[in-house]
């Protein structure tokens, strides 16, 4: 483990903001909207009850297509309330932060998709029992001629090959862009469900109150994708009008690039959260990468710095002045209004120091120090060194750089030279005061489940550990 003492820092990092300061997260944002899915959820249990769900249970096939429908409700309510997870609701985002919401989404999708399931297997075994037909048969006999039911069927294959395709190992094989198409057919599914909710469902249409209650569900839902994810964006776009003003080369695999625009002093982004980005240079433009600011906006230009990995990445340094760029966000809570403390320590890991070099320069400066931990495997893979120093220092902090080859005998943030030192105990040591401080964290996503578990083990409560991962 070394620290290192870096050259004085350049002009630009020290531009000193001129935005006025946004309001802190409220931490009632996310109690508010988790009580908002448990009472939907539990609202279509009482809907189903109030419908007879309880009292229909004359027979076994009864019961059986009885919790069958209750299944398929609650399939449904998950699956708009999913939805609505991946809207990009500015409250949502920032009351969950990107790794929650993505957790919460695989968990919420999975359960839906099960319950769903279970709803076709119940309903159809609890409808043969009335039939001579068997379950095939019933199976057969419902699709072709209940309404709406063909268009169900095409939407659960649609499901079906969302979650296929979710599943790790299957992900892990597919690139980005297919992996997001097929993620798209999801809305599909949703959508195909609808006409057979409406016309065999009694559920859907039992009561006002169940109707008022379900259009009102799906006009949300629907209403909350067109305006985030698509009206937003552009009316965003359209009203800043970024464009490129600079292209830094970092390191020979690292570029910056900075882009200014219009009324950036009005664009409610803070230090570390991310944005999808598009350059309109050329074929190609139409794919969105996220990238996260790795400086404080100061209301008159955005600046990312990316590591070459692929073909939008490498694509960056070719970037000419004047190249007009679309922007969908900001997303992300992996910045300074989610603080608990009036300490911080910010830990990165190669590419991952990008948000944090940007929260470091929003920090007020603090006789508490912060301290920046960053985690390389080389001295020549360190980006952004000189500005990191300098703010600290700025700050009243310090920089400490954790440099080596990772450890392949078990899951650590530390190098392997670090020998037997313990995870919380070689942070401990570095940051005496961890447990008293907010911890932010960015960097690989195995690296990061280690420096958060040696946190915790450190002392710092779950609320003061705040992170972000570079992945989908
Ligand atoms: C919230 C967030 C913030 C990020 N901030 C930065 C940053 O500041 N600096 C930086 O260098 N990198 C950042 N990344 C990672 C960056 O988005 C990817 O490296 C980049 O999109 C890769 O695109 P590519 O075409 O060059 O490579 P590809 O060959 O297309 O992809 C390489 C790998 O990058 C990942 N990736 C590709 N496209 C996306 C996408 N649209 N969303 C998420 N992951 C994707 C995939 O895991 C893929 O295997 C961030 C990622 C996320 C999710």
Redesign the pocket.
């Known amino acids: 483990m070394t620290s290192f003492a870096l050259p004085e820092a350049r002009e630009h990092a020290a531009a000193r903001s001129q935005r006025r300061a946004l309001r802190p997260t409220p931490r009632w944002w996310r109690d508010a909207s988790a009580v908002f899915a448990w009472a939907a959820t539990l609202f279509v249990v009482a809907l189903w009850v109030a419908g007879g769900g309880l009292t229909a249970f004359g027979s076994v096939g009864e019961a059986l297509s009885d919790v069958g429908r209750l299944s398929g409700l609650l399939a449904s309510v998950l699956m708009l309330l999913q939805v609505l997870l991946m809207a990009r609701i500015p409250l949502v985002e920032q009351a969950w932060g ?1 790794d929650e919401l993505a957790r919460v989404h695989r968990l919420v999708g999975f359960t839906s998709f099960n319950l769903m399931v279970a709803h076709i297997v119940l309903t159809t075994v609890g409808y043969s029992a009335g039939t001579d037909l068997g379950v095939v048969g019933t199976f057969v006999d419902e699709v072709l001629h209940s309404p709406g039911m063909v268009l169900a069927l095409a939407g659960t294959i649609a499901l079906v090959m969302v979650v296929v395709t979710s599943v790790k190992r299957a992900r892990a094989r597919l ?3 297919s992996w ?1 198409l097929l993620h798209l057919y999801a809305y599909l599914g949703a959508g195909l469900a609808l006409p057979h909710q409406l016309w065999t469902g009694e559920d859907f249409t039992s009561s006002p109150v169940a109707t008022v209650f379900w259009w009102g569900l799906y006009a949300v839902a629907l209403v909350s994708v067109l305006a985030f994810r698509v009206v937003l964006p552009v009316v965003r776009s359209r009203r800043h009008r970024l464009v490129v003003s600079e292209v830094v080369a970092e390191s020979p695999t ?1 570029t910056s690039v900075v882009m200014t625009g219009r009324h950036l002093d009005r664009l409610p982004v803070r230090a570390g959260q ?1 944005f ?1 980005w598009r350059f309109l240079d050329g074929p190609g433009w139409s ?8 400086a404080a906006p100061d209301g008159r230009s955005l600046r ?12 960056l340094a070719t970037l000419r002045p004047g190249t007009q760029v679309l922007v969908e966000g900001p ?2 809570r992996l910045h300074t209004g989610v603080r608990t403390s009036s300490k911080t320590v910010l830990v990165g890991a190669g ?2 120091i ?2 944090l070099r940007a929260i470091l320069e929003d920090l007020p400066a603090s006789p508490d120090g912060v301290v920046v931990l960053y985690r390389v495997g080389r001295q020549s893979d360190i980006v952004l060194g000189d500005e990191l120093f300098d703010l600290a220092r700025a700050k009243g902090g310090r920089v400490v750089a954790v440099v080596g080859h990772r450890r392949r005998d078990r899951a650590s943030w530390l190098p392997v030279d670090a020998g037997r030192l313990g995870d919380a105990e070689a942070l401990l040591r570095i940051v005496p005061d961890i447990a008293e401080r907010d911890v932010y964290v960015c960097g690989n996503p195995t690296w990061m489940d280690a420096v958060i578990a040696a946190a915790h083990e450190a002392g710092v409560p779950r609320e003061a550990v705040h992170h ?5």
């Open positions: 990107q690139r980005y862009e997001h690292v991310f999808q794919r969105a990468n996220p990238f996260s600011l790795s990312i710095t990316a590591e070459r990995v692929g073909a939008s990445t490498e694509r997303y992300g590419i991952g990008t948000p972000e991962r570079f992945s989908y």
